[in-house]
């Protein structure tokens, strides 16, 4: 979380508080997020997909 307690906070309890289930599937590759962007195609279109499917199925289930 750039920028976290220099340009903006966030308060850790309250967020806990809430108790939701969250997943985060982030890029792979190089420059991720930035116009150099280069990204793994495999991992991008393949393993992604699947894991974010698997992910919902998994917590509607």
Do not use: C, Q
């Not at 969250?22 to 190089?30: C, Q």
């Amino acid at each position: 979380m750039p920028g976290w307690g220099k340009k903006y906070t966030l308060d850790i309890e309250d967020i806990r508080e809430l108790n939701l289930p969250v997943v985060n599937i982030g890029p792979y590759g190089k420059d991720a997020h930035k116009y150099t962007e280069r990204v793994y195609m495999p991992y991008s279109f393949e393993t992604v997909p699947r894991i974010t499917y698997e992910s919902i199925i998994s917590l509607l289930g």
